[in-house]
């Protein structure tokens, strides 16, 4: 079953025009993502609302999404741990703070250990 549609913006904006030079711009993301060496990133770990698990949590980045999730999974990968990618962070299963700082350093980030 299809999930109900209740206002135009669910419907992706602008469905009908009698305009006959009408023509619809697609929104653009021309995000760049800045050099290794100009991303500040900050590592933290986090047990909120997550049923008493740790998470090490890495935010700061400025970029394209998909740069974010190539970083995010090339973490979790060295690390050998699960995790995810979602609203500009990157979550890592467990606390491996001290390992995502080598890794992120040795690829030329500047990192800072953030929070307790």
Same mark, same amino acid.
């Given at each position: 079953m299809k999930p109900k549609k209740n206002s135009l913006s669910d419907l992706g904006g602008i469905m009908y025009s009698t305009n006959p030079e009408f023509e619809y711009e697609e929104?653009?993301?021309?995000t760049v993502t800045s050099p290794n060496q100009q991303q500040d990133l900050r590592v933290m770990l986090d047990k909120k609302n997550r049923g008493g698990k740790a998470v090490t949590l890495i935010t700061g980045f400025k970029g394209k999404q998909e740069d974010l999730d190539v970083l995010g999974k090339?973490? @979790?990968?060295k690390c050998g741990v699960g995790g995810s990618v979602k609203d500009g962070?990157?979550?890592?299963?467990?606390?491996?703070r001290d390992k995502v700082m080598g890794i992120l350093q040795k690829d030329g980030y500047k990192? @800072?250990?953030?929070?307790?």
């Open positions: 929104e653009v993301d021309d090339m973490l @979790k990968t962070e990157i979550m890592i299963q467990g606390d491996v990192v @800072k250990k953030a929070g307790g």
